[in-house]
């Protein structure tokens, strides 16, 4: 493929021996991302390897900039695989950003290029690439762009021999620097799970506007940090949320050890998993042999009463499910949830329920089944 000619505008890459590339090496290290060669490949591993990090992720950004502002032309699409392959996973995570954008679009090549991007990051399949592959599926309203990401997912875990809900990551909870110069911010995640600055004294709605005394550059680069954390938090939260709501409707179980691994501190996951009901069955008869539980701030699974329990090794976890309640139980954890002022991430213990009607036979097209899917059943 053709180089773009803005190609040979761009800083040469930067040796670790404090060298610059030179231009002859550099076309030819341009051709090998045109081509595109993989990140394991023996010469790109050598280019990887001998130039500094910083350099390699300041040649993918521009290769990256150029395509997106020239309205990502189908024949430069290499641009994309180019741009995971220099910059790694901060990259991916760059590049899932950019296809959650591209894809609420409704310009065709925008949603193309979401797709497109579903597949770099299927190539890529580190642990952040997977993670944004799985965003995507949870968040994208695009049919198609949905199907291709929920498709990489089942062909990675095919390929690493795992199940599927095993397969991503918990996401970290930001914690971008927002330095005014002269004032400085923190954020923190609220009770209804969104990212608000703090400005240590109280939680802002958002980032106030510079002063004459704040230094504007950097004021314009933690607004733009902020921006980016606030975006990486409310597509986790959304992603686990329908993750754990799709295990409660299709009764979904995992392993005791599996559920805690997830609940890693620090994460998104352990976040939006103290806002869910979860039982643990055991026993001769797992359906009646349940026991009910949320997950405290330290990650402990508690009683009702807010008493630590202890869960079998052979327990098997699922998302409690509204009609799986008695009266009782349901009315002694909606007093929990008031008085702790939990927000669940979904409908669960305010679910509505519909009585059974009565059996008769009716004959009745597949697709009106089918349909029922995509209403949640």
């Known amino acids: 493929r053709a180089l773009p000619k803005a190609f040979a505008t ?51 950004q521009s290769l990256f900039s150029l395509w997106v502002e020239g309205g990502m032309a189908t024949q430069n699409q290499w641009i994309a695989s180019a741009y995971l392959t220099l910059g790694g996973d901060d990259a991916a995570r760059s590049l899932g950003r950019s296809a959650r954008t591209w894809m609420r679009s409704k310009e065709t090549h925008d949603k193309r290029a979401a797709r497109l991007a579903v597949a770099v990051l299927q190539d890529l399949a580190s642990d952040a690439a997977i993670g944004e592959i799985a965003t995507i599926a949870s968040t994208s309203r695009d049919a198609e762009t949905t199907l291709r990401a929920q498709h990489a997912l089942a062909r990675i875990a095919l390929e690493r021999d795992t199940e599927l809900d095993a397969l991503v990551a918990p996401t970290w909870i930001p914690t971008p620097e927002l330095d005014y110069g002269p004032r400085r911010f923190t954020t923190q995640i609220t009770n209804d799970l969104t990212l608000r600055p703090h400005d240590g004294e109280r939680l802002l709605p958002e980032l106030p506007r510079p002063t004459k005394k704040d230094d504007a550059a950097k004021a314009k680069l933690a607004k733009e940090a902020f921006a980016e954390a606030r975006d990486v938090v409310r597509d986790a939260v959304r992603a686990e949320s329908l993750r754990l709501e799709h295990a409660m409707v299709n009764e979904a179980c995992w392993p005791l050890q599996r559920f805690r691994a997830r609940l890693a501190p620090a994460s998104i996951a352990r976040l939006v998993a103290q806002r869910v009901l979860f039982g643990a069955r055991h026993g001769a008869n797992p359906m009646e042999d349940s026991t009910l539980f949320r997950v405290d701030e330290e990650g402990v699974s508690v009683s009702a009463e807010s008493e630590p329990i202890t869960l079998p090794e052979g327990a098997l976890v699922h998302v409690a499910h509204r009609l799986a309640l008695d009266d009782l139980a349901l009315a002694r954890w909606q007093l929990v949830y008031a008085e702790y002022q939990l927000m669940a991430p979904f409908s669960q213990l305010d679910r509505p329920t519909h009585a059974s009607w009565p059996a008769r036979e009716q004959e009745l097209h597949p697709g009106a089944l089918l349909g029922l899917r995509e209403k949640g059943w």
Request: proline content about 4%; charged content about 25%.
């Open 10 to 60: 761009f800083a040469p890459l930067q040796l670790k021996t404090g060298e610059a590339v030179d231009a002859v090496s550099m076309q030819a290290i341009g051709r090998m991302l045109a081509t595109p060669l993989a990140r394991e490949h023996s010469a790109m591993r050598e280019v990887l390897t001998r130039c500094e990090e910083a350099s390699l992720r300041g040649l993918g």
